[in-house]
């Protein structure tokens, strides 16, 4: 999606360590009308799939699928990270290792709200080596939901969560892949 | 607001404790047709006030101040719990206790998105005792923004926030006050 692209080659910064940090304009500052482009764009991609509800994982992929779900006019659930005193009857649940806190989260979703009538898109902001995404098929599978798909705002091309969840079949949409970032020159070169 | 008013005394759950359970539709499950409505009448509410940016915080605020951003044409920027290795710089923070989970977070923002310049909307899902917002503030007041107003869609009006709130001159809007509520009999009142 070229609109990304470009925002995220103006505004992304490149650190040591393979950080992209995109946070004027993605996590933590949000750019609401960039993510009503990027709703516009998982509905054209995703519309031939029967979705009727949108999965994502707090706290980064709330905005963009809340955002996004207004083109799809279905309800967003997300997956909360270690156990809440209000979350009460039974939930699916998965262990989701972070990239950015260096730390694994039990990451649960209500029984009440996902089940086998449910057509799942997940969408979240950043995929790198996929562990997010893994552990909410893991709780769709266990609701014995439908992944109809799963969409990124962001994906680190170089690393394996991307090729990982396309060999085994699932429909993967990438808004933007960045293939190649340099911290040097701060370039970041997406795949074409 | 009559629609959210509905909603609530139709799906809410009260539970023993004071707990009032809208994870059907606000904070867990989401329904963004209703949160559109709800930015709708945020923005009429406070239409007269020259804001540029709204802030809320993880998580289940994000949702809301997302799909009511659209109406106001601004940014959102959400406060974060807990250092995260991806917010260098400087942040502005502070401490806010959760009801919800029994604990004290560090709450920040980077500096990068908070200044003197800055007209802010507060926005969240729920207001009880005021740790959230009054945090929230503590933030803004540290960059010397302002406070434009605070926007809330379920008050507990029996908890002390709301009055307190008003009392210190802030314009509060919450779409819904429940005055009242009985786990015996799941009654919810509203304040009119």
Redesign the interface.
């Known amino acids: 999606m070229e609109l990304l692209e470009k925002r995220i080659a103006r505004d992304g910064i490149v650190?040591e360590g393979n950080?992209l940090?995109v946070?004027?304009?993605l996590n933590?500052?949000?750019?609401?009308?960039l993510?009503?482009e990027m709703g516009k764009e998982f509905r054209r991609l995703f519309a031939d799939r029967p979705i009727n509800k949108i999965l994502t994982i707090?706290?980064s992929g709330?905005?963009i699928?809340?955002?996004a779900?207004?083109h799809f006019?279905?309800?967003?659930?997300?997956a909360?990270k270690a156990q809440?005193?209000?979350?009460?009857g039974e939930v699916y649940s998965s262990k989701v290792e972070s990239f950015?806190?260096?730390r694994v989260y039990d990451v649960i979703?209500?029984k009440?709200?996902l089940g086998p009538e449910d057509h799942i898109l997940i969408l979240d902001d950043f995929l790198a080596n996929g562990c997010a995404v893994n552990g909410l098929i893991e709780i769709i599978e266990g609701a014995k939901a439908t992944v109809e798909g799963i969409g990124i705002a962001v994906e680190k091309g170089w690393q394996t969560g991307g090729k990982s969840l396309r060999e085994r079949g699932y429909r993967l949409e990438s808004l933007a892949i960045v293939e190649d970032m340099d911290p040097q020159t701060g370039r970041i070169t997406f795949r074409r």
Not at 28 to 33: A, F, K, R, V
Not at 73 to 78: D, E, G, L
Not at 84 to 88: A, R
């Open positions: 650190k950080v940090k946070d004027s304009f933590h500052q949000m750019d609401i009308e993510f009503d707090e706290a709330i905005g699928a809340c955002v779900a207004r006019h279905v309800p967003v659930v997300f909360k809440s005193i209000n979350l009460d950015t806190h260096k979703v209500s009440k709200y």
